[in-house]
């Protein structure tokens, strides 16, 4: 018998055993933020390595962590990426829960982590919380 192969192809992974296609699925290969800054802290900005430490040495790296050291090693505003932003599940339900624990309304809420409106209740809706 043939070991199975591993084909990339445009974001799907197919994995086949003589010839036959076993499994198709989609893989999301996120960058290893942590590293990146890690370089940049170092290369080019490291007198500002200790304000970003906290942060850096999290286990797990949410979008919100992401953007606040963006903010801090480069002093660009939250403001001015506010269209590019992207938020994954995980970060949701924690924005989600924050409100909660805290019993923030959805203006609140919005106000606090620079969102719209109609976007956290977009989120409740799908999300059931």
Request: aromatic content about 12%; proline content about 2%.
């Amino acid at each position: 018998m043939v070991s199975p192969k591993q084909h990339f192809l445009g974001g799907l992974i197919n994995i086949t055993t003589d010839n036959k296609k076993i499994l198709n699925m989609k893989k999301y290969v996120t960058p290893d933020f942590r590293q990146i800054y890690k370089d940049i802290l170092t290369r080019k900005y490291p007198e500002k390595y200790e304000t970003c430490e906290g942060v850096l040495l999290k286990k797990n790296i949410f979008t919100l962590d992401i953007l606040k050291i963006n903010a801090l090693i480069f002093g660009i505003s939250e403001k001015n990426s506010q269209k590019y932003r992207s938020y994954k599940e995980s970060d949701i339900l924690y924005m989600l829960e924050y409100q909660k624990k805290n019993k923030l309304n959805n203006g609140q809420l919005a106000d606090h982590f620079k969102l719209s409106r109609n976007t956290v209740t977009k989120w409740k809706k799908i999300y059931k919380s």
